[in-house]
């Protein structure tokens, strides 16, 4: 994957909506269109910000940048949605699903086990709707890569 470093006279907003495209595919464009109506700035900043700023920095990788943010929404442990919204990210940009599982492993040891379950359980969302069963049973889905 490519890293999102800021190009020559390419504005935040611009360089924001190109890596989030590459990182969320259309999942973060759904979730900036859910807010349309309520809070239209509001995706503005997600654009300009996390991924205009910070995602485009030069140091990690993408798959680094979603690690880390995997291990954060985990910890947190109340922010499923955007965590199953970066498992996914995470998937997009080369992740699998075993280093994702145990990202969010480690976080038992240092947020809970609580937390960890939540994290758990948002993977095994994203990973039944991305990696359906193949007329088998999903156990086990977990540990796969």
């Known amino acids: 994957m490519t890293q999102h470093i800021p190009g020559e006279g390419e504005?935040?907003?611009?360089?924001?909506?190109?890596?989030?495209?590459?990182?969320?595919?259309?999942?973060?464009?759904?979730?900036?269109?859910?807010?349309?109506?309520?809070?239209?700035?509001?995706?503005?900043?997600?654009?300009?910000?996390?991924?205009?700023?910070?995602?485009s920095r030069p140091g990690?990788?993408?798959?680094?940048?979603?690690?880390?943010?995997?291990a954060a929404l985990t910890a947190m442990g109340n922010a499923a949605p955007q965590l199953r919204v970066?498992?996914?990210?995470?998937?997009?940009?080369g992740l699998t699903r075993q280093e994702i599982t145990e990202t969010i492993m480690q976080m038992a040891v240092y947020a809970g086990f609580p937390a960890?379950?939540?994290g758990l359980f948002a993977a095994k969302e994203v990973f039944a709707r991305r990696f359906p069963p193949q007329g088998g049973s999903a156990e086990g889905s977990l540990s796969a890569s």
Not at 16 to 31: F, K, N, P, Q, T
Not at 60 to 70: K, S
């Open 11 to 55: 504005s935040r907003l611009a360089r924001g909506r190109r890596a989030l495209a590459e990182i969320d595919g259309e999942a973060g464009h759904a979730v900036v269109a859910a807010l349309a109506d309520i809070a239209p700035d509001f995706a503005t900043y997600l654009f300009e910000f996390p991924f205009g700023d910070i995602y």
């Open 60 to 70: 990690l990788d993408l798959r680094a940048r979603e690690i880390a943010t995997i």
């Open 86 to 93: 970066h498992i996914e990210a995470g998937l997009n940009v």
């Open 116 to 118: 960890a379950l939540n």
